[in-house]
């Protein structure tokens, strides 16, 4: 019987890439999202390359409900050898009228959503000595960006949750992947005004994502240039980055 990965946001974009990469690569798939219809389409996509699928409507922000879809897709599928947090939403709260409801949705799903991926997950991979996790965070994190202050502190939350996790896990025989694209070609980033730098295909993100979650590795970020300017933007100091950063159009 092929192993069963879990992948949360997996009725579309990078979430429904990575299923059927994952059935690819001989995986089963269980996949969870809110809208069923778009699951099942995944799911015959899955099947279409010789695996079983199995897929359970649920949001991420809803902890109940989401114990109940990790428990069904197990009965079908089996014990979770790979879970994959990529349930996300964006947002981006207008500072003239901050609107604490989004900025908290924004957390409930990109943060509080994939911990609980996590406090699923782990119990079972723990008992077994093997396992493999993984969110699909952002290097929207590395700094704040304009006015994007909610989504890219959760992205941030995301990505040192999960990093400090993985420290944690050492000698545990369970591995911990963060995950920081730049922008992939989605129906999330199609609604965004302005050029979008290096936009990768959703396919593309996936076969890197699987790539680099197998092999164990602490960090995968992509694409390089992308990574690279992200890292030279989060070590610039306070007043540089300031200027720079109001120098960009507001595309909204």
């Given at each position: 019987?092929?192993?069963?990965?879990?992948i949360?946001?997996?009725?579309?974009?990078?979430?429904?890439?990575?299923?059927?990469?994952?059935?690819?690569?001989g995986?089963?798939?269980?996949l969870i999202?809110?809208?069923?219809?778009?699951?099942?389409?995944?799911?015959?996509?899955?099947?279409?390359?010789?695996?079983?699928?199995?897929f359970?409507a649920?949001?991420?922000?809803?902890?109940?409900?989401?114990?109940?879809?990790?428990a069904?897709?197990?009965?079908?599928?089996?014990?979770?050898?790979?879970?994959?947090?990529?349930?996300?939403?964006?947002?981006s709260?207008?500072?003239?009228?901050?609107?604490?409801?989004?900025?908290?949705?924004?957390?409930?799903?990109?943060?509080?959503?994939?911990?609980?991926?996590?406090a699923?997950?782990?119990?079972?991979?723990?008992?077994?000595r093997?396992?493999?996790?993984?969110?699909i965070?952002?290097?929207?994190?590395?700094?704040g960006?304009?006015?994007?202050?909610?989504y890219?502190?959760?992205k941030?939350?995301?990505?040192?949750?999960?990093?400090?996790l993985?420290?944690?896990?050492?000698?545990?025989?369970?591995?911990?992947?963060?995950?920081?694209p730049?922008?992939?070609?989605?129906?999330?980033?199609?609604?965004?005004?302005?050029?979008?730098?290096f936009l990768?295909?959703?396919?593309?993100?996936?076969r890197?994502?699987?790539?680099?979650?197998?092999?164990g590795?602490?960090?995968?970020?992509?694409p390089?240039?992308?990574?690279?300017?992200?890292r030279?933007?989060?070590?610039?100091p306070?007043?540089?980055?300031?200027?720079?950063?109001?120098?960009?159009?507001?595309?909204?």
């Amino acid at each position: 019987m092929a192993e069963h990965v879990l992948i949360t946001g997996a009725s579309a974009g990078i979430g429904a890439a990575l299923a059927v990469e994952m059935a690819g690569r001989g995986f089963d798939v269980g996949l969870i999202a809110r809208r069923e219809e778009l699951l099942r389409e995944v799911a015959e996509r899955v099947r279409a390359r010789g695996q079983r699928a199995a897929f359970a409507a649920a949001d991420v922000a809803d902890q109940a409900a989401l114990a109940r879809a990790f428990a069904s897709l197990e009965a079908d599928l089996g014990p979770i050898e790979v879970a994959v947090a990529n349930a996300g939403v964006a947002g981006s709260p207008d500072v003239q009228n901050l609107d604490l409801e989004a900025v908290r949705r924004l957390h409930e799903v990109n943060f509080l959503g994939a911990a609980a991926v996590a406090a699923l997950a782990l119990p079972g991979m723990l008992a077994r000595r093997r396992g493999r996790l993984a969110v699909i965070s952002s290097v929207a994190g590395y700094r704040g960006l304009p006015r994007s202050g909610a989504y890219c502190a959760a992205k941030a939350a995301a990505s040192v949750f999960f990093e400090s996790l993985r420290v944690d896990l050492r000698g545990s025989g369970v591995t911990c992947t963060v995950v920081e694209p730049g922008f992939v070609a989605t129906a999330m980033t199609a609604e965004r005004k302005g050029r979008l730098p290096f936009l990768m295909e959703a396919d593309e993100a996936a076969r890197r994502i699987a790539r680099g979650v197998l092999a164990g590795r602490r960090r995968v970020v992509f694409p390089r240039r992308m990574a690279l300017i992200m890292r030279v933007v989060r070590a610039l100091p306070d007043w540089a980055y300031d200027r720079l950063v109001a120098r960009r159009p507001d595309h909204k």
